[in-house]
């Protein structure tokens, strides 16, 4: 076993022999296991614990055991004892995701901290299997079918390829210690079920069941890749980016088939992990949206519209004084007094200075804001205003206003003036206000 690990690492894993590596031990057996071929090797490597202190003198007993076999190794060791149950009664969480919860936030902070490269567990073939079962028996996509990952951003679990039988033969072949986690033969939980009651008697069933269930896990990755290449692919074609919103045409996503699988793999990305809801929003009417963690999906008319989560409307008012030239933050303006006015276009706007109140405001429209829109007779709501101009919601949300100290629009900013701030013929001094790149 140490020489086919030796060649694993060097062959699939070669980043590892000259990285730093943590590796989380338990001081169950296959921990215990990777932990001698890690020191047989003669790899950089420390040791993390986790005392969870749900099994009193022993969880102690544990740590005491996994330090003495690092100090005879000669590789530094590292602990973190945890009042788990507290976690579970303030969080209303199972025992085990605490545990999983608590144990990689101390992982992380670890490696900020230790300044190590990647974190290597133990996770082995039958592991893989479980989750594969798992998430079968609840319901999954592809991506939940394809086991446990070898890599998964700095974490990395090297004992794939070896079955829990070949861990336990080599461990005894080898004299390694571990010490044996009672709760581990517990059937109340589904891991340890499919452990000890469902997979011996597929094994039994079928000898070959993990070395077919790896060969299916490959083929499973490879169908994922594709997948994922044709995503991307269809994903350039049809998300269109404007700034930091992605605009699709409805009638595109319409024209996919099968609809739903499509919708899950081109939003999933951006949080959307719920085709049908998505589906809805197709059928829905204008300004329906979703939400995920990161990102907003929004209809509008024949579009969706994906905008992160930071576009949503907030109250943020700056303000611009006389002596001010240039603004910078939140968007940039420059502010000038001069001769005259040359043609306008969207992005500037002329104003007779004599009717600005200093500070005149920076801000997001509300509802009942109103203009004088440059070149026409009387009001319009704002409102109104993006409705007419086709503004979609992510739009209105992003639009500045202008306005004087009295809160009275001076300029729909990049769109449109206000025409009650012209200039005319009695006007004394030109201010220019221009929308400039940053």
Not at 99 to 113: P, T, V
Not at 215 to 235: C, F, Q, S, W, Y
Not at 294 to 321: A, G, M, W
Request: proline fraction near 3%; charge should be neutral; hydrophobic fraction near 35%.
């Amino acid at each position: 076993m140490l020489e086919k690990f030796h060649h694993h690492i060097n062959g699939h894993l070669s980043f590892l022999a000259s990285s730093r590596i943590a590796v989380a031990v338990s001081g169950g057996i296959d921990s215990m296991v990777l932990l001698y071929l890690f020191h047989q090797l003669k790899m950089d490597v420390c040791v993390l614990h986790c005392n969870f202190q749900l099994r009193g003198a022993v969880s102690d007993a544990d740590e005491q055991f996994i330090q003495k076999q690092a100090k005879k190794y000669g590789i530094p060791f590292y602990s973190v004892r945890f009042d788990t149950n507290a976690y579970v009664e303030k969080y209303k969480t199972s025992t085990q995701i605490a545990a999983r919860d608590l144990r990689y936030k101390w992982f992380e902070e670890q490696k900020g901290i230790l300044n190590f490269d990647y974190l290597c567990t133990a996770h082995h073939a039958d592991d893989s299997l479980e989750t594969f079962l798992i998430n079968l028996s609840r319901g999954t996509g592809l991506q939940g079918l394809t086991g446990i990952p070898e890599v998964n951003n700095y974490i990395v679990r090297p004992l794939l390829l070896f079955s829990r039988e070949e861990i336990q033969e080599f461990a005894i072949h080898s004299n390694i210690l571990w010490r044996e986690d009672s709760s581990n033969a517990e059937t109340k939980y589904l891991r340890n079920k499919l452990r000890h009651d469902i997979i011996p008697k597929l094994k039994e069933i079928n000898p070959a069941l993990l070395n077919n269930f790896k060969r299916t896990v490959e083929n499973l990755k490879g169908d994922a890749i594709l997948i994922e290449n044709n995503i991307v692919k269809l994903r350039s074609d049809i998300f269109i980016e404007d700034n930091d919103k992605i605009i699709i045409e409805i009638d595109k996503l319409k024209s996919l088939s099968p609809r739903l699988t499509y919708l899950f793999y081109l939003f999933a990305d951006y949080g959307f992990t719920e085709p049908n809801e998505i589906e809805d929003i197709l059928q829905s009417q204008s300004g329906k949206q979703l939400l995920s963690e990161t990102h907003r999906l929004v209809k509008d008319r024949d579009s969706i519209i994906i905008t992160p989560v930071d576009f949503q409307n907030k109250e943020e008012i700056c303000c611009i004084y006389e002596e001010n030239s240039r603004l910078t933050t939140p968007i940039n303006l420059s502010i000038d007094l001069v001769d005259h006015v040359n043609t306008s276009n969207p992005c500037t706007v002329y104003v007779d200075k004599e009717k600005l109140k200093f500070p005149l405001k920076l801000r997001k429209w509300k509802n009942g804001d109103y203009f004088y829109p440059f070149g026409m007779q009387g009001k319009k709501k704002i409102s109104k205003y993006f409705k007419d101009e086709k503004f979609s919601l992510p739009d209105k949300e992003q639009q500045w206003l202008l306005c004087n100290n009295n809160n009275e629009i001076i300029w729909v900013i990049g769109h449109r003036a206000d025409n009650r701030y012209k200039v005319t013929e009695k006007t004394k001094q030109i201010i220019k206000i221009e929308s400039v790149d940053a």
